[in-house]
């Protein structure tokens, strides 16, 4: 049974910084490409950032330069480094095991429980 569990959500001052992390397990976590979405109230679920099975990360424009994904395959964790948040940044960030076909990412049906970031003063 594959499991994603996500850490390092919190309360942040705008401009300031978090990395979340997630752990996978139940499943050879190299042979996927990993991603992370956000919910915020009220909207739907919306793509971050995805990375391939070694390299090869892409970015939503609206954290592009802010955000960085990363991925240790020795640990099955996955990273997301943010950066300069803002306050539309706050939402429920979920982490995902996905593909990467033609330069967009696609979300298989593996999902963490989600973590909350909230950046506000």
């Known amino acids: 049974q594959v499991q994603l569990v996500e850490s390092g959500g919190g309360l942040v001052q705008p401009g300031g910084s978090l990395r979340l992390s997630c752990v996978a397990s139940?499943?050879?976590?190299?042979?996927?490409?990993v991603g992370w979405y956000r919910q915020a109230p009220g909207k739907q679920r919306q793509w971050v950032a995805g990375?391939?099975?070694?390299?090869?990360?892409l970015y939503a424009d609206s954290v592009k330069g802010r955000f960085t994904i990363a991925r240790d395959n020795a640990k099955d964790t996955m990273y997301l480094q943010m950066n300069s948040l803002k306050s539309e940044d706050t939402a429920v960030y979920y982490c995902?095991?996905?593909?990467?076909?033609?330069?967009?990412?696609?979300?298989?049906?593996?999902w963490g429980q989600g973590t909350q970031v909230t950046v506000s003063s």
């Open positions: 990375m391939g099975t070694v390299s090869g990360a």
């Open positions: 995902n095991l996905g593909r990467i076909q033609s330069g967009d990412y696609y979300a298989w049906n593996y």
């Open positions: 139940g499943t050879t976590f190299s042979a996927y490409s």
